[in-house]
T-cell receptor
Framework: EAQVTQNPRYLITVTGKKLTVTCSQN?????MSWYRQDPGLGLRQIYY???????DKGDVPEGYKVSRKEKRNFPLILESPSPNQTSLYFCASSALRRGSLGPTGELFFGEGSRLTVL | AQSVTQLDSHVSVSEGTPVLLRCNYS??????LFWYVQHPNKGLQLLLKYTSAATLVKGINGFEAEFKKSETSFHLTKPSAHMSDAAEYFCVVTLNSGYSTLTFGKGTMLLVSP
């Protein structure tokens, strides 16, 4: 079954305590992306990756890091979380358009990770 | 560059009545357009897509959307709402030419009353 798996689904942490949200996909997709969802703001892209070792900033990258060492995994790292990073986070993956010019738009999403930073 | 505007943040309908969720886009090239649905406590799921073939696109669960270039619109419709349609819906645009990522609308919450 095609799947994007995120962990943890729920996490409460304290300011400054480093955490990692894992994301794994089983569809051999080149493109992976992280979004955060906040009420009234919709989905905002944090970082994306077009392939292994290729990552780039999205619209709201401050306070986050990512890595893409393997095609299937794309972890999101919060080195020093702050309360304004309390949010619902989604990982998504997609094949690339012909010529590798970007994602096809047919995204597969994980179930989400709800993070609370106290 | 591209952008997308969902004209209503909330839409309320009664079960059995038609659904219309509005989306307008702007793009410098030929666009691809998508509608996604997000049920409570779930990730987003692709509902339907337009990628420069037929302008009337059918999706899952009886939804359809029509691409109207002259109006730069891609409105989502369903003839008869069901309680299970209550969810948040997102319109998404990307470009068919050149490098392009995806641009999401801010979402429309569909409320369905009995």
């Amino acid at each position: 079954e095609a799947q994007v798996t995120q962990n943890p689904r729920y996490l409460i942490t304290v300011t400054g305590k480093k955490l990692t949200v894992t994301c794994s996909q089983n569809m051999n997709h080149e493109y992976m992306s992280w979004y955060r969802q906040d009420p009234g703001l919709g989905l905002r892209q944090i970082y994306y990756s077009m392939n292994v070792e290729v990552t780039d900033k999205g619209d709201v990258p401050e306070g986050y890091k990512v890595s893409r060492k393997e095609k299937r995994n794309f972890p999101l790292i919060l080195e020093s979380p702050s309360p304004n990073q309390t949010s619902l986070y989604f990982c998504a993956s997609s094949a690339l358009r012909r010529g590798s010019l970007g994602p096809t738009g047919e995204l597969f999403f994980g179930e989400g990770s709800r993070l609370t930073v106290l | 560059a591209q952008s997308v505007t969902q004209l209503d943040s909330h839409v309320s309908v009664s079960e059995g009545t038609p659904v219309l969720l509005r989306c307008n886009y702007s793009s410098s090239y030929s666009p691809s357009l998508f509608w996604y649905v997000q049920h409570p406590n779930k990730g987003l799921q692709l509902l339907l897509k337009y990628t420069s073939a037929a302008t009337l696109v059918k999706g899952i669960n009886g939804f359809e959307a029509e691409f109207k270039k002259s109006e730069t619109s891609f409105h989502l419709t369903k003839p008869s709402a069901h309680m299970s349609d209550a969810a948040e819906y997102f319109c998404v645009v990307t470009l068919n030419s050149g490098y392009s990522t995806l641009t999401f609308g801010k979402g429309t919450m569909l409320l369905v009353s009995p």
